[in-house]
């Protein structure tokens, strides 16, 4: 079993993109594993050898005691965002790697890992900032607010030694992630992200990660200029490690990201190309016909969905 692992979350609907993630990972880091929490059913839509070498983990196979109430409790958003420590611990203890990083499904790698391990020779947990300098003072989105908002840290990664430090820091967020994940901006919670901005106080050994191609996403285009060289793609003075497509629209593939708009393509051609590779990859994985996939977890005002066979 590989001893460097990346984990993912998603829903059926997401699968295309934990694929193309994991094929990206492969593609720059061969001695790397991913394994994608399956927050959903198979239940013979899909078959998990198409995911193969990715190893696809499905929620009720943790038998995990608190699910049942957390899926009763959370939107799909919220479930799959509160779900995210769990399977890190399980795999944490499973396979008993050395360390692991989590990677939202919406991300594609571009270099090695290399230096984000080296960040983590000397600490226990590396998160990365949404932002580390000043939007211009506009009417245009996002600004600070926004950031002061969701979270100082982005959920989407995370990196985690497994030392004590890393694992009580687990731990702690997995008791939290039960019943405290709600999408509520009026009780100061954005799923599981806001809960980052306590860990730097909490826990020893946090590493704020300023690589600037790493967690590179519409929110920090600001301070990040995308070049090229000999094929390789490079943020500032770093490499690009990986791409977040946070708020990627398959519908209106003309725009960044349907949660801003500071920026465009004609401002940014090399970006232009990121976004051709990503939407190439989903095609390629059936992105298309798995978004009609509906989740067995899914909730609608009435409670979760009866037609996929669970009660309310």
Same mark, same amino acid.
């Given at each position: 079993?590989?001893?460097?692992?990346? @984990?993912?979350?998603?829903?059926?609907?997401?699968? *295309?993109?934990?694929? *193309?993630?994991?094929?990206?990972?492969?593609?720059?880091?061969?001695?790397?594993?991913?394994?994608?929490?399956?927050?959903?059913?198979?239940?013979?839509? @899909?078959?998990? &050898?198409?995911?193969f070498?990715?190893?696809?983990? &499905?929620? $009720?196979?943790?038998?995990?005691? &608190?699910?049942?109430?957390?899926?009763?409790?959370?939107?799909?958003? $919220?479930?799959?965002?509160?779900?995210?420590?769990?399977?890190?611990?399980?795999?944490?203890?499973?396979?008993?790697?050395?360390? /692991?990083?989590?990677?939202?499904?919406? /991300?594609?790698?571009?270099?090695? %890992?290399?230096?984000?391990? *080296?960040?983590?020779?000397?600490?226990?947990?590396?998160?990365?900032?949404?932002i580390?300098?000043?939007?211009?003072?506009?009417?245009?989105?996002?600004? $600070?607010?926004? /950031?002061?908002?969701?979270?100082?840290?982005?959920?989407?990664?995370?990196?985690?030694?497994?030392?004590?430090?890393?694992?009580?820091?687990?731990?702690?967020?997995?008791?939290?992630?039960v019943?405290?994940?709600?999408?509520?901006?009026?009780?100061?919670?954005?799923v599981?992200?806001?809960?980052?901005?306590?860990?730097?106080?909490?826990?020893?050994?946090?590493?704020?990660?300023?690589?600037?191609?790493?967690?590179?996403?519409?929110?920090?285009?600001?301070?990040?200029?995308?070049?090229? &060289?000999? $094929?390789?793609?490079? @943020?500032?003075n770093?490499?690009?490690?990986?791409?977040?497509?946070?708020? %990627?629209?398959?519908?209106?593939?003309?725009?960044?990201?349907?949660?801003?708009?500071?920026?465009?393509?004609?401002?940014?051609?090399l970006?232009?190309?990121?976004?051709?590779?990503?939407?190439?990859?989903?095609?390629?994985?059936?992105?298309?016909?798995?978004?009609?996939?509906h989740?067995?977890?899914?909730?609608?005002?009435?409670?979760?969905?009866?037609?996929?066979?669970?009660?309310?």
């Amino acid at each position: 079993m590989a001893k460097k692992i990346v @984990v993912t979350t998603c829903s059926l609907h997401h699968l *295309a993109q934990a694929k *193309a993630l994991g094929d990206s990972i492969l593609k720059f880091n061969p001695d790397y594993k991913l394994i994608i929490g399956l927050v959903d059913k198979l239940n013979g839509r @899909v078959l998990p &050898e198409y995911y193969f070498p990715h190893e696809l983990i &499905e929620v $009720e196979t943790m038998h995990l005691p &608190e699910f049942e109430g957390m899926y009763k409790r959370y939107t799909t958003l $919220e479930l799959n965002c509160a779900l995210k420590s769990f399977f890190i611990d399980h795999v944490l203890n499973t396979y008993s790697p050395d360390f /692991i990083f989590f990677l939202d499904s919406d /991300i594609l790698v571009f270099d090695s %890992f290399k230096s984000v391990e *080296a960040a983590l020779s000397d600490h226990s947990i590396l998160v990365t900032p949404h932002i580390t300098s000043s939007f211009p003072k506009d009417d245009l989105r996002p600004q $600070e607010k926004d /950031i002061l908002k969701t979270g100082i840290f982005n959920a989407g990664f995370l990196g985690l030694r497994n030392d004590s430090n890393g694992q009580s820091m687990i731990r702690w967020l997995k008791e939290r992630m039960v019943d405290q994940c709600y999408e509520r901006p009026k009780e100061g919670l954005n799923v599981d992200q806001k809960w980052l901005n306590l860990v730097p106080l909490f826990f020893e050994s946090v590493k704020i990660l300023l690589h600037a191609g790493c967690n590179i996403a519409y929110w920090n285009l600001h301070e990040r200029i995308i070049h090229k &060289e000999n $094929e390789r793609y490079f @943020v500032n003075n770093d490499s690009l490690i990986f791409y977040h497509y946070s708020g %990627f629209s398959w519908e209106r593939p003309e725009i960044i990201s349907k949660h801003q708009d500071r920026f465009r393509f004609t401002d940014f051609p090399l970006l232009k190309e990121l976004f051709d590779f990503y939407r190439d990859a989903l095609i390629k994985n059936d992105h298309e016909k798995m978004l009609t996939q509906h989740s067995y977890f899914k909730k609608t005002k009435s409670g979760v969905l009866h037609k996929l066979g669970l009660k309310k």
